[in-house]
């Protein structure tokens, strides 16, 4: 038997900047494949019973635009090293308890912020 043929494919990058074609394909392998792969996961794993055609592409688009928000912030986790402490899953749910609250007569105001959630905030920047 023969050995599979990996490089069945082709792919064309073009880039601005100072990386040889080695670097740029491990950061598109990194970053846009996996990201992709996450995406076709999220939308597998849901059951897309609709209709329309522009239901399904909104369904995607917003799919998308999660995916570069999950994208950024797990960068962001790495950047500052929590990605050590915490997975994105359990990052979100500590953040998840972080309420804001609405009066009606228009006072707004966040429920208790706990120790871990300030230390998250600071260190990804988010102000809340």
């Known amino acids: 038997m023969e050995a599979p043929h990996f490089s069945a494919g082709r792919i064309s990058l073009f880039y601005n900047g100072d990386y040889d074609w080695m670097d740029c394909f491990s950061l598109y392998r990194d970053i846009v494949e996996k990201g992709f792969k996450s995406l076709k996961h999220d939308v597998e794993s849901l059951h897309l019973n609709t ?68 230390n998250i905030r600071n260190m990804l920047g988010i102000c809340a």
């Open 51 to 118: 209709n329309k055609g522009s239901t399904t592409r909104g369904f995607l688009f917003i799919s998308f635009i999660g995916l570069i928000l999950r994208m950024r912030l797990v960068n962001r986790m790495k950047e500052t090293g929590l990605i050590k402490e915490y997975t994105l899953e359990k990052l979100l749910l500590e953040l998840e308890k972080i309420k804001r609250i609405e009066l009606r007569n228009g006072e707004i105001f966040l429920s208790e912020v706990t120790k871990r959630c300030k």
